[in-house]
């Protein structure tokens, strides 16, 4: 029997998250033209998240790895919000970078934010969304065996004819072909190197790395790696990750599938000009304080939309480190969040919005309020209450104004 005394409690050494040997730079600030969806390819909706969202996943669910996500300007509170949802407990290792004009341009941006101890190098096209997590295993085992550059492929299965115009003029032997694959991996080393000494535009990393004088190995590659590009690309992924609904006759009705969020904002008074709430100027009323307008009602309802839709917050979206939204009024925040949930797939029901304030008095401009709210939302139901507290607490001794709202949402 052991003698030795049990450690004291204060004595236990809490266990340190290892320093990660591997970063996955995760490329999403494609524009998506040839998709179609009029909005960035990583945040149009594959179900009711994002074809980011759905990456991130699989980048997350691989080897423990720093995690960068390059997305285009204006939508790095967008890229937080799914990182946020996907990376569980390892949030501490992600952060968002804004990427440049090409895709070049944006790695070389993830590459900057490399931490100082890794070793190993992926680079990911969001726009691959549904890769497994075997495949990130494969390719960060083969760089550790040795390899200067992996890349996964898949074997080409059509045949391939070379073409002048519309005349065949030979075959070509697709045994010596393979269709190349994301994630790429590589010594942190070769690919740093390859891209400081590298004068044109390869079409992906192992180009890029081959240039420079590295050979790049295959491994295996999956078929759920295929690059979402085009509206078939688009459908196909989508099937991929809803489920099969039953049948239903004629007669059934469409399932409705609602989603009720809830929001809140307070803002105090003692800003400059004049005061905005709900969507409408007060003359003659104080203003309130904020990064905005201070508009309490319009802020408690883009979070309501936000929290119904599971898209994080407003501090995510509309944050102080976004300067375009500085003195912005409720229209700009109002039509962005409507667009952000039609991107996720996500339209708005209806809202209801209760203002608590000694003032300004609503009553004879209630209907006004609902009218512009309503426009703001793409013409959706908006109903506005108000009432004050009897003189309790900050709106009764008239220091600002809180607002309460709840947003139902549909799946489009």
Do not use: C
């Not at 101890?117 to 390719?139: G, T, Y």
């Not at 994301?182 to 192992?206: H, N, S």
């Amino acid at each position: 029997m052991s003698l030795d005394p049990a450690p004291h409690p204060s004595s236990v050494v809490p266990s340190i998250p290892p320093v990660p040997r591997v970063a996955v730079i995760v490329v999403a600030a494609g524009s998506g033209n040839r998709l179609g969806a009029g909005a960035p390819k990583a945040f149009v909706g594959l179900d009711e998240h994002t074809i980011l969202r759905h990456a991130l996943r699989g980048v997350f669910a691989a080897p423990y790895a720093q995690v960068i996500v390059v997305v285009p300007a204006g939508r790095e509170g967008d890229a937080e919000t799914d990182v946020l949802e996907a990376s569980g407990d390892r949030r501490d290792l992600a952060s968002v970078v804004t990427g440049g004009q090409t895709r070049q341009a944006s790695v070389a941006a993830g590459i900057s934010a490399v931490w100082a101890d890794v070793e190993i190098v992926l680079v990911h096209d969001a726009a691959r969304a549904l890769v497994p997590p075997e495949v990130f295993e494969r390719v960060i085992a083969a760089v550790d065996a040795g390899r200067a550059g992996v890349v996964p492929v898949l074997p080409v299965v059509d045949t391939l004819k070379r073409v002048d115009g519309d005349i065949v003029e030979a075959a070509v032997d697709r045994s010596v072909l393979a269709a190349a694959q994301t994630p790429q991996g590589f010594r942190r080393d070769i690919l740093v190197e390859a891209y400081r000494v590298a004068e044109e535009d390869f079409t992906d990393d192992a180009a890029l790395v081959a240039a420079a004088g590295h050979a790049v190995f295959t491994v295996e590659g999956d078929a759920h790696g295929f690059k979402i590009t085009t509206p078939a690309d688009l459908d196909r992924a989508r099937s991929l990750v809803t489920a099969v609904a039953p049948v239903r006759s004629s007669l059934d009705a469409a399932p409705a599938i609602p989603r009720i969020g809830m929001g809140t904002d307070v803002h105090a008074f003692g800003g400059d000009g004049q005061l905005w709430l709900a969507g409408l100027e007060w003359p003659g009323e104080q203003a309130l304080s904020g990064h905005s307008d201070g508009d309490a009602v319009a802020h408690a309802i883009v979070d309501a939309l936000l929290a119904a839709a599971g898209l994080g917050d407003i501090g995510t979206h509309f944050g102080t480190s976004q300067p375009e939204y500085a003195g912005a009024h409720a229209e700009a925040f109002l039509a962005r969040t409507v667009a952000l949930l039609a991107e996720a797939g996500w339209r708005v029901g209806n809202v209801s919005v209760q203002v608590q304030a000694n003032r300004p008095r609503f009553a004879a401009r209630r209907a006004e309020a609902e009218a512009v709210l309503s426009a703001a939302l793409g013409g959706v139901p908006v109903s506005v209450s108000a009432t004050t507290t009897d003189g309790l607490g900050f709106t009764g001794r008239t220091e600002g104004v809180a607002a309460f709202a709840v947003a139902l949402v549909t799946m489009i």
